[in-house]
């Protein structure tokens, strides 16, 4: 499935964003997808996961209570809801996804072969 990502930009400590993933080529509806980031000079970390169903969802601890992530398998697309951004939020996030019939929530990096381009977030203080 190919996927891309949108909705970033430049906001304001305590600005809210939403982001967005549009998948093609495949029905998301069979698809476990999650949402990373990578801030300059690190490592790309996980954010949140949801199941297939969105029966599911988890999140880092960095973001747990300030980020939503849901999904409209009807749309094909993945969404990330943004409250209360902080300047440590500031990185490029990448949407992925795996095909998965278990409902499993994934959060490594290493279980999702289809990756989105990113889209760059940047929250001045």
């Known amino acids: 499935v190919q996927l891309q990502a949108s909705g970033g930009g430049l906001v304001q400590a305590g600005d809210s964003l939403r982001l967005s993933c549009a998948a093609s080529?495949?029905?998301?509806?069979?698809?476990?997808m999650g949402w990373f980031r990578q801030a300059p000079g690190k490592e790309r970390e996980f954010v949140a996961a949801?199941?297939?169903?969105?029966?599911?969802?988890t999140y880092a601890d960095s973001v747990k209570g300030r980020f939503t992530i849901s999904r409209d398998n009807a749309r094909n697309t993945l969404y990330l809801q943004m409250n209360t951004l902080k300047p440590e939020d500031t990185a490029v996030y990448y949407c992925?996804?795996?095909?998965?019939?278990?409902?499993?929530?994934?959060?490594?990096?290493?279980?999702?072969?289809?990756w989105g381009q990113g889209t760059e977030v940047t929250v001045s203080s």
């Open positions: 080529g495949g029905a998301l509806s069979g698809y476990a």
């Open positions: 949801i199941s297939r169903a969105a029966t599911r969802t």
């Open positions: 992925a996804a795996r095909y998965d019939v278990t409902g499993t929530l994934r959060i490594h990096r290493y279980e999702y072969p289809d």
